[in-house]
């Protein structure tokens, strides 16, 4: 099989896990390509998506990304389609040399405001989309540099995730990173490699459960940050819960 037109694509908002979930391919043994960066995040189609936020917004990354009324009203109409094409055109070999016969893939959160493009270029691809309970996508923003309050957090989750759904895919599998433990083999079953026992094994023990809310390697502010979150989190989920 040729893999060049079909990537396996992993979707999800920003801070749900997606990270990891390129990780668990890597263990499978798909091509990642270059994602040493925080992120875990294609360099290649990392650049691709600063390019085309330059495209829509005059006001940087961040404050684009994160802008709720902006990602809201934002609408693509495959306008860089053309554009997109010819960059895979020319850069894809060279970042995934053995495309033609082996599965990569990549992952990049924003790629959620240009859903339509994407699913124009890739019709074939396999796409896995990660989705998880969002509060806890609140909770991560309100403990990260770039933060948002939480309530925009929620927000913030619902919008991407209702772009991200707008157009169902030939082949996609939607998971629930909170159950990822016994999401492994749903993976494993649905991307295009025949992935052993043993390899389902290593990819499960990359999965860390109950982070502590402060840690040596973090400094004082954003322990503190850390623990605010979780405040957050959990008088928004008592609240709720006792109404």
């Known amino acids: 099989m040729n893999f060049k037109s079909r990537p396996i694509i992993i979707e999800g908002v920003n801070h749900s896990g997606t990270r990891l979930l390129v990780d668990i391919l890597s263990c499978f043994g798909s091509d990642g390509g270059d994602y040493n960066n925080q992120w875990n995040e294609n360099k290649f189609f990392l650049k691709l998506h600063n390019n085309l936020i330059e495209k829509i917004s005059n006001k940087g990354w961040t404050d684009t990304i994160l802008n709720i009324n902006f990602i809201d009203k934002y609408q693509d109409n495959c ?6 094409k010819k960059e895979l055109e020319i ?8 495309l033609k016969d082996k599965p990569w893939h990549w992952k990049c959160p924003t790629s959620a405001l240009f ?9 074939d691809g396999w796409y896995i989309i990660n989705q998880r309970e969002p ?24 919008i991407m995730e209702d772009k991200i759904l707008s157009i169902k895919k030939k082949k996609q599998l939607i998971i629930n990173f909170d159950n990822l433990n016994n999401e492994i ?19 499960r023990s990359l999965i860390k459960y109950n ?10 502010y ?21 109404e």
């Open 79 to 84: 306008e860089f389609e053309n554009y997109l």
């Open 91 to 98: 850069n894809l070999l060279n970042e995934f040399p053995k």
């Open 115 to 123: 859903e339509p493009t994407w699913v124009n270029i890739f019709p």
């Open 135 to 158: 509060e806890k996508i609140a909770k991560a923003f309100l403990r990260r540099r770039a933060s948002i309050p939480f309530n925009d957090g929620i927000k913030f989750y619902k």
């Open 185 to 203: 083999n749903r993976i494993a079953d649905f991307i295009p490699l025949d992935v052993s026992y043993q390899k389902i094994k290593i990819a």
């Open 211 to 220: 982070k502590p809310l402060w840690s040596k390697n973090k400094s004082i």
């Open 222 to 242: 954003m322990n503190l940050k850390n623990v605010y979150a979780n405040y957050v989190y959990n008088k928004y989920k008592n609240k709720n819960l006792n």
